[in-house]
């Protein structure tokens, strides 16, 4: 069973900066691709960022040059700094694992709790 854990969220003034971190715990699976989605109130669910390997990411076009997605291969985690924060940056923001389930040989996508991110202007 593969769990992710979020933290990290919380209420910034627009221009402030944050930083996520999601934690992948369980045993007999290895992670391809990590990433960060985010949902805002009567919208749907975004990616915002994902990174496949140890450097080979992808940003949603409103994110470039302002939000950064790295990886911890040792730690399993996956964090997005998040700096010049906006008032429409404000949503919940799920991490998502796609994961090869080594027992079954088959990949299973798992996703975190999610972790809500408030950007007041």
């Known amino acids: 069973q593969v769990q992710l854990v979020e933290s990290g969220g919380g209420l910034v003034q627009a221009g402030g900066s944050l930083r996520l971190s999601c934690t992948a715990s369980?045993?007999?699976?290895?992670?391809?691709?990590m990433g960060w989605y985010r949902q805002a109130p009567g919208k749907q669910r975004e990616l915002v960022a994902d990174?496949?390997?140890?450097?080979?990411?992808n940003y949603a076009d409103s994110v470039k040059g302002r939000f950064t997605i790295s990886r911890d291969y040792n730690k399993n985690t996956v964090y997005l700094q998040m700096n010049s924060l906006k008032p429409e940056d404000t949503a919940v923001y799920y991490c998502?694992?796609?994961?090869?389930?080594?027992?079954?040989?088959?990949?299973?996508?798992?996703w975190g709790q999610g972790t809500l991110v408030t950007v007041s202007s």
């Open positions: 369980g045993s007999g699976f290895v992670i391809n691709t």
């Open positions: 990174i496949a390997g140890r450097d080979t990411t």
């Open positions: 998502n694992a796609n994961t090869l389930i080594l027992r079954l040989y088959r990949n299973l996508e798992v």
